[in-house]
């Protein structure tokens, strides 16, 4: 069964700031597709950012961004000119053409300071 | 507007009781999926659907039933069986095909709160 690791369960960055949140999965499907998704305080699940893996181009959201290196199975979320608003828990998330279900990380608080 | 209710936001439920929560979706999705959030946590699949009056169990089905009677709906009982069931419950839609890959993004629900008191 496909897992997904995140192995940072806080961080922070100042007001501004570019940060990196990581995740890890493990596979041995070649067709998925990679999420990271949003949750505020409100607690609703936003999508941020989805990558397809047979596309060898890095996704771009605004100021989010993804490094997709398939070979090591890792799908980092770059988040540039951190705003107040981005502070939520982040999950990373699997999808595989065998699943008949998404995977998702345990999540990464992140907290933007002014 | 499409979207995915629940409904309500928060519920309270006495020891012993079954309670059910409302998921409604106007997607036109296939696919409806019931996850488990306890603080802290990430999301963990209860139970889906991925089309009409056939479901699937997930990874913490035990102590839950759900229904797919209709396209739109998908509830899902707590029942007394379910040992701990205070969390918050996510209901979430998706276009998939089943055996196609069809861009796999799930769509979310507000949510609802349980507690057990």
């Known amino acids: 069964a496909q897992t997904v690791t995140q192995s940072q369960p806080e961080m922070s960055v100042q007001e501004a700031e570019t940060v990196t949140l990581s995740c890890t999965y493990d596979t041995s499907e070649n067709n998925y597709y990679l999420f990271w998704y949003k949750q505020p305080p409100s607690r609703q699940m936003i999508l941020v950012i989805r990558?397809?893996?047979?596309?060898?181009q890095n996704a771009t959201e605004n100021r989010f961004s993804v490094n997709f290196q398939k070979a090591a199975k890792s799908f980092s979320l770059k988040i540039s000119d951190s705003q107040l608003g981005d502070t939520a828990m982040y999950f990373c998330a699997f999808d595989g053409r065998n699943n008949n279900d998404m995977r998702f990380g345990a999540g990464t608080r992140l907290t933007v300071k002014p | 507007d499409g979207g995915i209710t629940q409904s309500p936001k928060y519920l309270f439920r006495k020891e012993g009781q079954n309670v059910t929560l409302s998921c409604e979706q106007n997607?036109?999705?296939?696919?409806m999926y019931w996850y488990r959030q306890d603080p802290g946590q990430g999301l963990r699949l209860i139970y889906y659907?991925?089309?009409?009056?056939?479901?699937q169990k997930g990874d913490i089905a035990e102590g839950y039933s759900v229904s797919r009677e209709k396209k739109e709906s998908f509830p899902l009982t707590v029942t007394s069986a379910q040992k701990n069931p205070t969390a918050f419950y996510l209901c979430?839609?998706?276009?998939?095909?089943?055996?196609?890959?069809?861009?796999?993004?799930?769509?979310f629900g507000p949510g609802t709160r349980l507690t057990v008191l």
């Open positions: 997607l036109n999705h296939d696919a």
């Open positions: 659907s991925q089309i009409v009056n056939d479901f």
């Open positions: 979430a839609s998706s276009a998939r095909d089943r055996g196609f890959l069809a861009g796999g993004e799930q769509f």
């Open positions: 990558q397809e893996a047979y596309k060898q």
